[in-house]
């Protein structure tokens, strides 16, 4: 296959936590087409692992879903610079209040691939220690404790379709266990 040409990206909104645009692409035959483009600064995961083997999962509510979710704490970097073990370890205090004594590195995902760039970091924090919640103004976060039982039957089920939830479980349950 030929690459495909980019031949403008115009910003088409900007808001807080991504940038839309579109994007004029030209095909080696010459067609060209408009794309939608949506670019994010990246985020980090955790599978936070207590010393009964439970994992964590924080429960919020999700807008464009319009519901509560089960989820991996999880959170966008600071900037496109910042090291996911950084976002990733603070991600896992702010919202659970705990931190990690061993924070591993897991796997990396792109959530939407055909129109967003959006790279999460997935991390099993292990060794936590308890400390504090630091939520931002605007997060209402609940803390839940599950088995790895209870986790897969809820991705069976469907219960649970975060993917970056799903991925970071099912890579912890099969590098990690």
């Not at 030929?2 to 910003?11: G, I, Q, W």
């Not at 010459?30 to 994992?55: C, F, L, M, N, Q």
């Amino acid at each position: 296959m030929e690459p495909v040409e980019r031949v403008k990206r115009t910003l088409a909104y900007k808001g807080r936590i991504i940038e839309v645009y579109k994007d004029n692409v030209r095909f080696s035959d010459g067609r060209e087409s408009v794309w939608d483009y949506i670019d994010h600064v990246g985020a980090a995961a955790v599978v936070p692992v207590t010393e009964e083997g439970k994992i964590l999962l924080v429960k919020q509510y999700r807008n464009a879903l319009d519901r509560f979710t089960y989820e991996l704490p999880a959170g966008k970097r600071d900037a496109a610079d910042e090291p996911m073990e950084v976002c990733a370890a603070r991600e896992l205090e702010e919202e659970t209040g705990y931190i990690a004594g061993r924070l591993l590195p897991l796997i990396t995902v792109n959530t939407t691939v055909a129109f967003c760039n959006e790279k999460i970091g997935i991390f099993a924090a292990l060794d936590l220690k308890k400390t504090a919640q630091h939520l931002d103004v605007d997060e209402e976060i609940e803390l839940y404790e599950f088995t790895p039982e209870e986790l897969l039957t809820m991705i069976r089920e469907q219960k649970m379709t975060d993917s970056k939830t799903v991925a970071g479980i099912l890579a912890y349950l099969t590098f990690m266990k």
